[in-house]
């Protein structure tokens, strides 16, 4: 089956690379860097740290979440659409959420909440459905 | 809309997988298909009509309030 716009297959493993990869980055190079007093100014030792590691699993979640599956085939693709839905759903829930009960939320939290919860759940769902799908072909063999 | 995909592949003697190779799909989506939970598009359909050489209404029916 024709999928436009979706990865090859191994670029999944190039996005859990990316994600894997920031969890070193940040525990190591963290101790060095005072996160809540960041310097000023772009392109500091705090910026491109923060750039680096946000970059870093934006893109890995990004890769991962819309990589093609092993057989992509029609079911897939409304499983992936379904997903996405759903994803946007609950993005926009928690954002209201957000807005309305925390109280001068720092905007910078806010974007990356919103960049990260739409790709996170969207891979929670689309993995979880899949599992589900192919739990209940196994049983009924 | 129910099918009797799960008859036709008994009369031929074909396993879920291999129905699954000759329609370009995979054995889950077969799988959900035979087991009413997946509406296959109009192209799948006919692929699978196909496969067992008979009209597509023979392999799939409409039911009440669909």
């Given at each position: 089956m024709k999928t436009r716009f979706l990865f090859p297959y191994w670029f999944r493993y190039l996005g859990l690379a990316c994600f894997l990869v920031h969890i070193p980055v940040m525990l190591f190079f963290s101790q060095y860097h005072d996160m809540d007093n960041p310097q000023p100014g772009l392109f500091t030792n705090s910026h491109i740290f923060f750039i680096f590691t946000t970059l870093m699993v934006t893109v890995g979640l990004f890769l991962f979440a819309f990589s093609k599956e092993k057989v992509e085939d029609e079911q897939i693709m409304q499983l992936r659409r379904d997903s996405l839905q759903w994803a946007v759903y609950f993005n926009y829930v928690i954002l209201i959420g957000v807005l309305i009960f925390?109280?001068?939320?720092?905007i910078r939290h806010i974007l990356l909440l919103n960049m990260w919860t739409l790709l996170l759940f969207f891979i929670l769902r689309f993995q979880w459905v899949i599992f589900k799908m192919n739990w209940s072909a196994r049983k009924g063999d | 809309m129910k099918n009797n995909i799960r008859v036709e592949r008994a009369i031929k003697n074909i396993t879920q997988a291999e129905l699954a190779e000759q329609v370009q799909v995979s054995r889950q989506t077969i799988n959900t298909i035979e087991s009413n939970k997946y509406v296959p598009s109009t192209i799948l359909a006919l692929k699978i009509g196909r496969v067992f050489g008979k009209p597509v209404e023979d392999i799939f029916v409409l039911e009440e309030g669909d």
């Open positions: 925390t109280e001068h939320m720092e | -």
